[in-house]
């Protein structure tokens, strides 16, 4: 099980950090991801960080200011949100799976809200 928390409401310009914990079995050996939905639009893939924690993806919208991290102790894994933009504004959802790229994910949290106002 995986649950994303850290979602909420925050100005343009404003950071958040999202974080999401699995329970219930290990995903170390597991690439962990993160998409994102808004209102109206597909799901998005955002970022994702392999099993071992030294390749990761962005999609170009958020290079720069978005960072992926992993903690395997916590089973946990984490998106830095920095430089947020309104249109950041969407349900953020964290996934692993065995692969890096957007295709590749099995295994799908409840998703938390990232409102961005202008």
């Known amino acids: 099980q995986l649950q994303a928390s850290g979602g909420g409401l925050v100005q343009a310009g404003g950071s958040l950090r999202l974080s999401c914990a699995a329970s219930?079995?290990?995903?170390?050996?597991?690439?962990m991801g993160w998409f994102r939905q808004a209102p109206g639009k597909e799901r998005e893939f955002v970022a994702g960080?392999?099993?071992?924690?030294?390749?990761?993806y962005y999609v170009e919208s958020v290079k720069g200011r978005f960072t992926i991290s992993r903690e395997y102790a916590k089973n946990s894994v984490y998106l830095q949100m920095n430089s947020l933009k309104p249109e950041d504004t969407a349900v953020y959802y964290c996934a692993a799976g065995h692969g890096l790229g957007p295709d590749f994910y099995d295994y799908w949290g409840q998703g938390t809200l990232v409102t961005v106002s202008s």
């Open positions: 960080i392999n099993w071992t924690g030294g390749s990761t």
């Open positions: 219930g079995r290990s995903f170390s050996s597991y690439a």
